[in-house]
């Protein structure tokens, strides 16, 4: 039985944590994304080559929206609540030798590197997953030399697990270190999770999906010169 990506996805588009929250990616954030990878040390860890120019970076955020709306993989992209600025893009989708394990990944945008955000994303994220999906196993890959992810992963509880070779998108031989944890790993940590469902409200809020409105404030008609100047204006 195939994972469901689109009922995660739901599910990670109504989250929230201490300092931010979660929307869909959107093309949007193809240009703080485009920006972040100007600098060599965030592009030295993408496995796809340095893009070209920005649109380039549009076709992939497309290519992940794609993806997403059809239930290939989970996406979604971490906001600060004050501004909406985009902090981070994370993913899920099947681990190629074996699906029923998720792989993770994320690009937190290289302005946000300080701070803990890229921990305060990968938590929730984690912890959502496993409180309110069938996920079983999570698993993440980072190369041996970016100890920032290494610690982050170690922060919201990952191990690691193997060291493997993997060839890249762009060609370039990756030396990774394979990060993992189970649901019974996680149902043991000793901690708070790391965020808050938002989508249990204590109401329904209907939607009136034809259009039609009726107004509670007292009718008027027009003044006839104003509709006059109105017919005179889309002649």
């Known amino acids: 039985m195939s994972f469901d990506f689109l009922a995660l996805t739901e599910t990670l588009e109504q989250i929230e944590s201490e300092a931010l929250v979660f929307r869909p990616v959107n093309v949007a954030d193809a240009w703080p994304l485009y920006l972040s990878t100007r600098n060599p040390q965030f592009n030295a860890t993408l496995s796809w080559a340095q893009p070209a120019d920005h649109a380039e970076v549009v076709a992939r955020i497309a290519a992940v929206m794609r993806a997403t709306r059809r239930g290939q993989m989970s996406a979604v992209s971490a906001v600060t609540r004050e501004t909406g600025a985009l902090v981070s893009i994370y993913r899920f989708q099947g681990y190629k ?4 394990i998720l792989e993770m990944g994320i690009w937190t945008m290289c302005s946000w590197w300080a701070g803990g955000m890229s921990t305060e994303v990968t938590r929730a994220c984690v912890d959502a997953t496993f409180a309110m999906s069938e996920a079983t196993v999570l698993l993440a890959a980072t190369e041996h030399h970016n100890r920032a992810a290494r610690k982050v992963l170690g922060n919201a509880g990952l191990t690691p697990q193997l060291d493997v070779v993997r060839k890249a998108e762009c060609g370039r031989i990756a030396y ?14 000793d901690r708070e999770n790391g965020f808050k469902y938002v989508g249990d409200v204590g109401y329904e809020l209907p939607i009136n999906l034809l259009g039609d409105h009726v107004s509670t404030a007292p009718a008027r008609p027009a003044e006839e010169s104003n509709v006059k100047d109105l017919a005179r204006a889309r002649a």
Not at 97 to 100: A, G, I, L, M, W
Not at 176 to 189: D, I, P, S, V, Y
């Open 97 to 100: 030798p074996d699906p029923s």
């Open 176 to 189: 990774l270190t394979e990060f993992m944890m189970t649901r019974e790993q996680w149902l043991a940590k």
